[in-house]
């Protein structure tokens, strides 16, 4: 049994350690509500909070981009729990270490009645092997797991292991998420940059602004980046940290842009690629992404840029802009820069037309204008009972028993009959579209336009 000398030297060295430790490991949430984001899994009331909080939490598996809280939560699931807590990397550990672990749990649980909770650590690095080993052990009870990985579970996490966990995605942090912690870090006086040599230390609202955007929803970056540019502000002499220190700190210049030409960027964005100038929107592309545009923003307005501006001159545009978006959320920054600027230049390269946008504009307005027109008889449902003694369905003509699939019939209100909302360009594949109507209109004697 160790001595009160003993404890009392090796509480000393703890402390010493924790006060000489990164600013993010010293900055790590200590509660549910400290952590930064997530709201959407540990905000009052939502599903892993409340698990946890009652102790109640079964095999799951934390997915998401790196800095965004995997290690923390798995860290206050073992203060919260009755369980024994055992962490383990899967970088360094094998199925040796995993033999080990299941042994004391088998043991404390014999022993004790006490179960055991793994903790894995980047668990996509674990072969299948590795993986299959952990397997019975979560099946029979005897393991909970929680897995931590920035992959895809779907593609790295065996398809049996994977089905006994629950999945929780985490998301990355918002520019306000890290900008709260930065606040937060100078702030705190016992465990932040106060504590710091040469603090404490304030800083420059284009230097905060600089570290939150840069950082790419990742705290364990803004707060390192933060911490080194205390370090450079006292190197200076300065307990005031300034872009240029932000700037050194995470080797990115700044490049700054107010509330107004950030509409004015998007705006030559938007108008670069409607005017099929290819060059001009990957630049502008450039310039939102140097200067920490939000990436699901840019991509959301080439979603509807592929609708509005495209169309169906290139039925493609939307699939590929859609595309483009999903791998934001799938890729994150940098990777998805890529995909970003080939729907940039899809988009810009393609034929094209507003007039499926037109369609619906106009549509919308002569519903506003109202009133709102009668459905015709023979279009009205009829399989309910009683509908065909209203007369519904009556003279309704079923288009696919027709040689072309078309047959003569009026779709619209009567009050509308014959108004055009969708008139096709002439551009790409509307063309063709343009020219299948016109035979149609042929057929029901208009004449040609």
């Known amino acids: 049994m160790p001595s009160g000398d003993d404890d009392l030297f090796g509480s000393a060295a703890t402390a010493r350690v924790a006060a000489s430790a990164p600013l993010a490991s010293r900055m790590r949430p200590r509660t549910l509500d400290e952590v930064a984001g997530q709201q959407h899994l540990l905000g009052p009331g939502k599903p892993l909070r409340a698990l946890i909080e009652a102790d109640r939490l079964s095999s799951c598996i934390l997915w998401g981009p790196a800095g965004t809280g995997k290690t923390t939560i798995a860290r206050l699931v073992a203060r919260a729990t009755a369980k024994a807590f055992e962490p383990m990397s899967a970088v360094t550990a094998g199925v040796k270490e995993v033999r080990e672990v299941v042994d004391r749990a088998r043991r404390r649980l014999g022993e004790q009645g006490q179960g055991t909770i793994l903790f894995l650590d980047e668990i996509h690095r674990f072969n299948r092997t590795q993986q299959d080993a952990l397997l019975p052990h979560v099946e029979e009870g005897l393991l909970t797991l929680i897995g931590a990985t920035t992959e895809n579970p779907f593609f790295e996490v065996n398809g049996p292991l994977r089905s006994r966990s629950t999945l929780f995605r985490l998301e990355a942090l918002s520019v306000d998420d890290l900008r709260a912690l930065i606040d937060r870090a100078l702030a705190d006086a016992d465990r932040g940059l106060g504590s710091s040599p040469g603090g404490p230390f304030s800083v420059e609202e284009d230097a905060a602004a600089h570290l939150a955007a840069r950082s790419d929803g990742d705290a364990r970056a803004a707060l390192n980046g933060l911490e080194v540019a205390a370090a450079l502000a006292a190197e200076a002499g300065r307990s005031a940290i300034t872009l240029d220190d932000a700037e050194t700190a995470i080797n990115l210049r700044a490049v700054r842009y107010g509330r107004d030409e950030h509409y004015d960027v998007i705006s030559a964005f938007i108008k670069s690629i409607r005017g099929s100038d290819p060059d001009a929107g990957v630049y502008w592309l450039a310039r939102m992404l140097e200067a920490g545009e939000d990436a699901r923003f840019i991509a959301r307005r080439l979603v509807i840029l592929a609708s509005e501006d495209v169309g169906l001159a290139d039925p493609m545009a939307l699939v590929v802009a859609t595309a483009a978006a999903h791998a934001v959320e799938y890729v994150g920054l940098p990777e998805a820069q890529l995909n970003l600027s080939e729907a940039v230049i899809y988009l810009a390269t393609a034929p094209k037309s507003n007039r499926a946008a037109l369609a619906i504009w106009n549509a919308r307005e002569d519903v506003r204008k109202g009133p709102s027109a009668e ?75």
């Open 375 to 449: 459905v015709p008889v023979h279009l009205r449902d009829a399989h309910y009972q009683g509908a065909k003694t209203l007369g519904h369905g009556k003279g309704y003509v079923y288009p696919h028993d027709a040689p072309s699939g078309w047959v003569e019939q009026q779709y619209q209100p009567s009050d509308l009959a014959g108004r055009r909302y969708y008139d096709p360009s002439e551009h790409g594949h509307e063309a063709a579209v343009r020219a299948r109507l016109a035979q149609r209109r042929a057929e029901q004697g208009e004449e040609p336009e």
